[in-house]
Structure formats: C-alpha cells, structure tokens
C-alpha cells in the first residue's frame, strides 16, 4: 500500500505511523507513507491554509489553493486515488479496509480540520468521501489513521504472519462478518475462573466446532444485525435458535422467522 496524507498536523500522523505495527509494516516492504505538510504548499508570507467562510458562520475553512497544489505535484508521478475524510462521508467498514489493502494506486488522504474545507476540493478532485462513524472530531488526522491501520493489517505480511488478521472479528476467511470466539491464555485459572476444558482437550475438530458455536452466540448477543444474511448450516440455526428460546424465552422455534 502507498500512501500520502495531506494534512496541517504532520507531527500527528507521523507519531502513529513511526510505532508500532505501522512502523513494522513500512520495515516489511508492506506500506509506504509519506506525510505532506500542506502549509508547504502555501504561497503567501504567513503560510496561510485557512480562511473565514463566505456568507459568514463561525469557524475557518481549509483553503483550497495549497491543496490542489500539492495533489497537482502528486498527480505528476503516480495514478491516485483520493480519500478526503470528513463526517459527511460513507461509513468506513470491514469491506473498505479490505478494498483499500488490495488498492495499487497511490492512495491520498486529505484530511479536514477546523469547519471543513473549502466545497471546491470535493467539486473538483472528487474524492471518496469517508467517515469513522456518526460523531465529529477536531480533524480528520484520526479518522484517516484508523482507516489506515485497518487496512494496513490486512495486508499479506503486514502484521508478521498471515493467520492473525485472517480469523479475527468481521475479517472475510474464517468467521466471515461474525464476531470472534473468546481467547484465553495460561494460567488455566484465573480468579476462580477456569478455562473452558475443551481449549485443553487438544482435539483440533471439537476446539474448532466449540469456537464456531462461540462466535455464533457472541454475534447473537452483542450484534444480532450481522446474523441477518449469513448462510448458516441447519446445526447452526438450530443451535441459535435454542440459545434464543432459553435467553429470551421465544416460543417460535425458527431463528430464520426471528423472536426477537
Ligand atoms: N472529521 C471529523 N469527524 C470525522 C469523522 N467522524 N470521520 C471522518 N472524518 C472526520
């Protein structure tokens, strides 16, 4: 993955990106990002990115200037495809952080700050509008870090070894948009509380059928929506089925019909 980030806030995305598994990765050959300061794409003596909004309003805008100047630059070497994140934009999921860790062109993060950015960024360069969720931060420098790290990580290698991004919770290979099973590590008790002694019985088949019915009944409790289109197995729905007959005492014995 390549990546650019435009923003006023370098020192931001560069403290995230210099640790960790973002730093791993760019070691592995996994990821490329380099950090443009827009205001170095400024042309007046006070390196101005912001201006008050036209028609008035509380706030200041990013100007348009020093950002079309810099993807200009940009758009000289490499084919780019341009993410602008904002809370105006689609929701990021699983599926895009995918998408995204297949993408072979650059990829440019322009992020916003202070009331937005001036309407002709979008008009004209037409980016992939992005947001974290229904909320509003100070800027886009976060939200562009997260839907990087969840991209990052799904990058052959990126993280050291292929399985650990392949099972976990929402990932398409193993539990395909379900939750994952829980984890547990020694000692094998803990407070009182015991391992559960299938994770001892070393009997691969048995663990693996036991962590599916998990993930099936953590899905069922914490986020029933992602059950709604899953092609499940008749065991399956049975077994959802009497999980919701006891917890919620439904007296309609098909989860397909729901009793929620
Ligand atoms: N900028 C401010 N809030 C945001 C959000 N929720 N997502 C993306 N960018 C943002």
């Known amino acids: 993955m390549r990546i650019e980030v435009l923003t006023i806030f370098p020192e931001m995305i560069k403290s995230v990106l210099e640790s960790s598994i973002m730093k791993k990765a760019q070691e592995r050959g996994c990821l490329e990002v380099n950090v443009i300061n827009i205001r170095d794409y400024t042309e007046d003596k ?15 805008l990013l100007k348009a200037g020093p950002i079309f100047s810099a993807v200009d630059e940009l758009k000289k070497k490499d084919e780019l495809r341009i993410l602008m994140t904002t809370p105006k934009g689609r929701v990021f999921n699983q599926d895009m952080a995918l998408d995204l860790s297949l993408e072979k062109k650059k990829i440019v993060f322009i992020c916003g700050h202070y009331e937005g950015i001036d309407e002709r960024v979008r008009i004209l360069l037409k980016p992939e509008e992005v947001s974290i969720g229904d909320y509003v931060l100070t800027g886009g420098e976060l939200a562009a870090l997260v ?5 990052v990580r799904l990058i052959p ?7 650990s991004s392949a099972d976990d919770s ?25 391992v559960p002694r299938m994770l001892l ?35 399956e729905a049975g077994f959802l089925n009497e999980i919701k007959t006891r917890k919620f005492g439904c007296k309609k014995r098909s989860y397909a ?4």
């Not at 990932?171 to 994952?180: A, F």
């Not at 070393?202 to 099936?216: E, F, P, V």
Request: charged share 25%; proline share 4%.
């Open 157 to 163: 290698g990126a993280l050291g070894n292929d399985r």
């Open 147 to 151: 839907v990087i790290d969840a991209s």
């Open 201 to 235: 019985s070393g009997n691969h088949k048995k663990i693996a059928a036991w962590r599916r019915k998990r993930t099936l009944f953590n899905t069922l409790m914490k986020r029933p929506d992602l059950l709604e289109n899953l092609d499940l197995t008749a065991e």
């Open 257 to 260: 019909n729901g009793c929620s």
């Open 170 to 194: 929402f990932s398409g290979q193993i539990n395909t948009g379900l939750l994952e099973y829980p984890h547990y590590t020694r000692p094998a008790e803990f407070r009182k509380l015991k």
């Open 46 to 60: 006070h390196r101005t990115v912001d201006d008050y909004p036209y028609g008035g309003g509380s706030g200041m």
